[in-house]
């Protein structure tokens, strides 16, 4: 037996939204990236510490706001990617899941205690 096996008669939806978003990852990665980096190059040339403050101070803040920065947009498009696979593999086409024995086929056990407790009628 193959390790996954289509279900007879499953269809493929067609793509949407999710393909359209993951199309532009790249692109937002890439300025995610590069809009920080300039930044800090930007310090780097034209420093601009406060009064009082060093150039190395300076530029440190600077470096720990672009890699926070750099980071956070990392983490979304990795997150918004996962999403994008996610809905991806839901709109493929079913699979025929393992066989899984129960135990109790054939004489289904009764309802558990916490089951059996008086719950009051649902009003039509």
């Not at 067609?14 to 692109?27: D, F, M, Q, T, V």
């Amino acid at each position: 037996m193959s390790w996954l096996q289509k279900l007879p008669g499953s269809r493929r939806e067609p793509h949407g939204l999710e393909w359209r978003i993951a199309k532009k990852l790249p692109w937002i990665l890439l300025g995610g990236t590069a809009v920080p980096a300039l930044c800090f190059l930007y310090a780097v040339l034209f420093p601009n510490p406060d009064i009082g403050d060093t150039v190395e101070k300076h530029l440190s803040g600077v470096a720990i706001a672009a890699v926070a920065a750099t980071l956070t947009v990392w983490t979304a498009v990795f997150t918004m990617a996962i999403g994008c696979g996610i809905v991806w593999v839901m709109k493929g086409p079913a699979y025929v899941a393992d066989r899984y024995p129960l135990i109790d086929a054939e004489a289904p056990a009764g309802p558990s205690p916490a089951d059996r407790e008086e719950r009051p009628a649902a009003r039509r």
